[in-house]
T-cell receptor, first 116, second 114 residues
């Protein structure tokens, strides 16, 4: 069965500093990969996704993520964090079963705090 | 274009009462998903529909939970009877197969069962 690991439960960075959020997945083939962001009291908003092709994908709000097959990773990065980026970030993998059933499996999330 | 719409946004009820959560997916989407989010268990898929047909309900916790999708623009998740351990945020999401199943989430319903 597929799984997603986000090793960092909580990260604190200073405004203007760079950011990298880690995500590792376990799956036999190349899955669909997603990063979502959730602000307090809000639903999940899609930041970016990877299906195939260029392993470096650009998303909204200045985020990017790189798919590394050899490491089974899909880390999220941003060169300069803004205070409004404080939120919880979820990595997810989308997979199909042999019967065609589709499942999106989420990591536990990483809470990002930004200090002035 | 309106996103996924969920109602109510907040629900407080007493143990034993029936609770009905509602969802309107994005127009044109043909897959709909119900998730539950708690601090302990994170985001869990409860059930999903494709073309109004339930495809996978293995995440539904027990018989007290039921979900329906009578047409392409409406779905309900019902809990009867409700229990305090059902307290959580319930999200509905929709997608269009052919877009590699990118799911778009609603704002959620925060359910508190006293």
């Amino acid at each position: 069965a597929q799984s997603v690991t986000q090793p960092d439960i909580h990260i604190t960075v200073s405004e203007g500093a760079s950011l990298e959020l880690r995500c590792n997945y376990s799956y036999g083939a190349t899955p669909y990969l997603f990063w979502y962001v959730q602000s307090p009291g809000q639903g999940l908003q899609l930041l970016l996704k990877y299906f195939s092709g260029d392993t470096l994908v650009q998303g909204i709000k200045g985020f990017e993520a790189e798919f590394k097959r050899s490491q089974s990773s899909f880390n999220l990065r941003k060169p300069s964090v803004h205070w409004s980026d404080a939120a919880e970030y979820f990595c997810a993998v989308g997979t199909y079963s042999g019967a065609g059933s589709y499942q999106l499996t989420f990591g536990k999330g990483t809470k990002l705090s930004v200090i002035p | 274009d309106a996103g996924v719409i969920q109602s109510p946004r907040h629900e407080v009820t007493e143990m034993g009462q029936e609770v009905t959560l509602r969802c309107k997916p994005i127009s044109g989407h043909n897959s709909l998903f119900w998730y539950r989010q708690t601090m302990m268990r994170g985001l869990e898929l409860l059930i999903y529909f494709n073309n109004n047909v339930p495809i996978d309900d293995s995440g539904m916790p027990e018989d007290r939970f039921s979900a329906k999708m009578p047409n392409a623009s409406f779905s309900t998740l019902k809990i009867q009877p409700s229990e305090p351990r059902d307290s959580a945020v319930y999200f509905c999401a929709s997608s269009f197969r052919g877009e590699a199943d990118t799911q778009y989430f609603g704002p959620g319903t925060r359910l508190t069962v006293l």
